[in-house]
């Protein structure tokens, strides 16, 4: 982007009057949100999945309120997770029910966004005439501050069920990597827990097909296994992540 100054190419077009302003979508971690902010002066706005599960990853709430405290309006991507967090599974399922009514789940997780003073737009798909009623409806009652401290506490505990479900206890230190063979290791069981967290395939697949460093390029080496801090068994569980998602014919 820098060699091709494509940010010049941009002010440009702003002068020229073909854009308006200049911002970018993002998918990475923190410290590379981090470096894009600070490394131009005319960002406008920022792009950026967050949600209530995705606290921590990518840009996550550290990034939604830095990018904020720099001046720029941040708009959300994937509010409801592709849907996840608006038809939960059934033990989430159950910590909804306490609401009897009062909110529905992808309200709920619309709220937590809108609740935040950093947030500029969210933009949530919607695949039928009910969806956007429902989402004009939500918007209409949003707020900062409006969701109860019950309604967090709520949430808290909706993120902590689902976080239980996951089937390899991962915390993407990044001790096993690099991988002699150049598996992405974090990525492959994250990809595996989020399909089981979610109980959905769908798009777990979409990103493996998609994603370097696959699992099926694992030998059974060992010499991840020797420094994970959690003694996982990772040459047991990259042919079975391989497997499962690999999408189904």
Same mark, same amino acid.
């Given at each position: 982007?820098?060699?091709?100054?494509?940010?010049?190419?941009?002010?440009?077009?702003? !002068?020229?009057?073909? %854009? &308006?302003?200049?911002? =970018?979508? =993002?998918?990475?971690? =923190?410290?590379?949100?981090?470096? %894009?902010? *600070? &490394?131009?002066?005319?960002?406008?706005?920022? #792009? %950026?999945?967050?949600?209530?599960? *995705?606290?921590?990853?990518?840009?996550?709430?550290?990034?939604?309120?830095?990018?904020?405290?720099?001046?720029?309006?941040?708009?959300?991507?994937?509010?409801?997770?592709? &849907?996840?967090?608006?038809?939960?599974?059934?033990?989430?399922?159950?910590?909804?029910?306490? #609401?009897?009514?009062?909110?529905?789940?992808?309200?709920?997780? #619309?709220?937590?966004?809108?609740?935040?003073?950093? $947030?500029? $737009?969210?933009?949530?798909?919607?695949?039928?005439?009910?969806? @956007?009623?429902?989402?004009?409806?939500?918007?209409?009652?949003?707020? %900062? &501050?409006? #969701?109860?401290?019950?309604?967090?506490?709520?949430?808290?505990?909706?993120?902590?069920? =689902?976080?239980?479900?996951?089937?390899?206890?991962? +915390?993407?230190?990044?001790?096993? @990597?690099?991988?002699?063979?150049? @598996?992405?290791?974090?990525?492959?069981?994250?990809?595996?827990?989020?399909?089981?967290?979610? *109980?959905?395939? +769908?798009?777990?697949?979409?990103?493996?097909? !998609? +994603?370097?460093?696959?699992?099926?390029?694992?030998?059974?080496?060992?010499?991840?296994?020797?420094?994970?801090?959690?003694?996982?068994?990772?040459?047991?569980?990259?042919?079975?992540?391989?497997?499962?998602? +690999?999408?189904?014919?």
């Amino acid at each position: 982007m820098l060699d091709l100054d494509i940010l010049g190419r941009a002010e440009a077009a702003v !002068r020229d009057g073909r %854009i &308006g302003h200049i911002g =970018f979508s =993002f998918h990475d971690d =923190f410290e590379a949100f981090k470096e %894009i902010v *600070d &490394g131009y002066d005319s960002w406008t706005m920022c #792009l %950026i999945q967050h949600n209530y599960m *995705d606290i921590e990853n990518q840009a996550g709430t550290k990034g939604l309120q830095y990018a904020a405290s720099k001046g720029l309006a941040v708009a959300i991507m994937e509010p409801l997770l592709g &849907g996840n967090l608006a038809r939960p599974v059934d033990p989430v399922r159950e910590i909804f029910d306490e #609401l009897r009514g009062q909110r529905t789940q992808a309200d709920l997780a #619309l709220q937590w966004l809108w609740d935040q003073p950093e $947030v500029s $737009v969210v933009l949530s798909g919607m695949s039928s005439m009910e969806q @956007v009623v429902e989402n004009v409806r939500s918007a209409s009652e949003s707020g %900062i &501050g409006s #969701l109860s401290p019950a309604e967090q506490q709520l949430i808290d505990r909706v993120r902590e069920k =689902f976080n239980e479900r996951a089937a390899i206890s991962c +915390t993407r230190c990044g001790y096993c @990597v690099p991988c002699p063979n150049e @598996v992405d290791i974090p990525a492959m069981l994250e990809l595996y827990n989020e399909g089981v967290i979610y *109980d959905d395939w +769908t798009a777990p697949r979409f990103k493996y097909m !998609r +994603t370097p460093g696959k699992a099926e390029a694992c030998d059974q080496c060992g010499e991840c296994e020797e420094k994970c801090p959690q003694g996982l068994p990772i040459s047991e569980w990259m042919p079975k992540v391989h497997e499962i998602l +690999t999408p189904q014919k």
